[in-house]
């Protein structure tokens, strides 16, 4: 009996169909406990007394778990599996969105720091996945996850709203309910677990350190960075930017809702157009004009239709930007270790950077009670992440080779 079940478990971890949904429906956890925040701060705030600077904490915890277990993640997914990785990293997601909801500041944050922990795991582990499990499809794959991301983390905001406001749930549990969505993906995961024929000790893995020598990897590291400085700021401090410019507080979190859902096509586009290309250079220059025409009119205008329009741009090419960086992971690499390595260390640097955002952000905003300097801050950022990501774009990968028996890199002018 105890065989027959086994063999039925291993059955389904070889469906292609239930590793597509067991994808997704990791990727649609990676986004919804952080976004869902940004509309509760106030609410928060207001219940245990904390600043606008310490509040940034709640989106920059996550990103500091994300810095440090980054770079680990792809050791712990050679060492016992990725897809059992993930699986302990969606276990993990859920402990925190449960600690979080208690309603007391001190498991508030611990929580916090917990669903960062799990959320740097499969953030990490995920590019490599799809290296390894679809070598032929990776812009469709990684444009059908990274859209998934975009879906969960426009729709948590508003729902979140509607929890709070109108059902009358308050913070604490509009933030719990998105346990139920962990749960669901540990359920569809579950079966890939028992679909890993190699262990680490067996794996020829590249030797992570090569990789911070690498030109590329850090074209690829700072575009991570910037991108995410940008988006995090955005999702953690726009609710109260609108709020400054005359919106109320629903109608803000609504506009940061469709700040998301924008992005969700680019999300989808971008991997799928930049598989196609011999190089990515002109999708960075078009996800760059239009994310710099976006803060500009933010920092610039006061006029409603012009903020509508800036904040939509600004969406839209954080949506492109964001699975700009995934479709880089294996686009500039030659197998799924590589491409997992190369994840974890642009995602430990750069979620290290954009840790450093919402916080910087509120300390100002806590110091000048203007939102002038920030966005000067963000428009500098959008500049940089421009020149990188053209350079990231370029047909090179980096290929890890031995000499003088000393790991080092080369970056190789053809793919493959």
């Not at 078009?286 to 600004?314: H, P």
């Amino acid at each position: 009996m105890k065989n027959n079940f086994l063999l039925a478990i291993e059955r389904l971890a070889n469906n292609k169909i239930l590793l597509m949904m067991g994808i997704i429906i990791v990727a649609f956890n990676l986004r919804p406990a952080i976004t869902s925040v940004g509309p509760m701060i106030n609410l928060i705030r207001s219940d245990t007394g904390i600043s606008y600077g310490i509040a940034g904490l709640l989106t920059t915890l996550p990103l500091i778990a994300f810095a440090l277990i980054s770079s680990l993640a792809p050791r712990m997914g050679n060492r016992w599996g990725n897809e059992l990785v993930i699986l302990i990293g969606l276990i993990c997601l859920g402990v925190g969105i449960s600690i979080r909801s208690f309603g007391i500041i001190s498991t508030l944050f611990f929580g916090t720091a917990l669903i960062g922990i799990g959320m740097a795991i499969a953030n990490v582990l995920l590019p490599g996945i799809v290296k390894k499990k679809f070598p032929g499809k990776i812009g469709l794959m990684t444009g059908i996850y990274s859209a998934a991301m975009g879906i969960s983390a426009s729709l948590a905001p508003g729902l979140s709203t509607i929890l709070s406001n109108q059902l009358h749930m308050g913070w604490e549990k509009s933030l719990f309910i998105w346990g139920v969505l962990v749960i669901v993906g540990m359920i569809i995961w579950f079966p890939q677990i028992f679909h890993q024929k190699q262990s680490a000790a067996n794996l020829n893995v590249e030797k992570q350190s090569s990789f911070w020598f690498s030109p590329v990897a850090w074209q690829v590291t700072l575009f991570m960075g910037f991108q995410s400085f940008i988006f995090y700021c955005m999702v953690t401090w726009l609710p109260e930017l609108l709020h400054s410019r005359g919106l109320t507080l629903a109608a803000a979190a609504w506009l940061l809702t469709i700040f998301q859902i924008v992005g969700i096509p680019a999300q989808f586009i971008t991997p799928i157009v930049a598989g196609r290309l011999s190089n990515q250079k002109i999708i960075a220059w078009i996800i760059g004009i239009i994310n710099l025409f976006g803060l500009a009119g933010l920092f610039l205008s006061s006029n409603m239709i012009m903020i509508y329009l800036s904040v939509i741009a600004v969406g839209f090419s954080q949506g492109g930007a964001l699975s700009y960086a995934l479709a880089l992971f294996g686009l500039r690499t030659t197998n799924g270790i590589q491409a997992a390595t190369l994840s974890g260390m642009a995602q430990s640097v750069g979620y290290l950077l954009a840790a450093l955002g919402p916080l910087t952000l509120g300390i100002l905003y806590d110091r000048l009670h203007s939102w002038t300097l920030p966005l000067g801050i963000l428009f500098t950022c959008a500049i940089i992440m421009t020149i990188v990501g053209v350079a990231a774009g370029r047909d090179k990968v980096v290929i890890p080779i031995e000499t003088n028996n000393c790991n080092t890199l080369v970056e190789d002018g053809v793919k493959g």
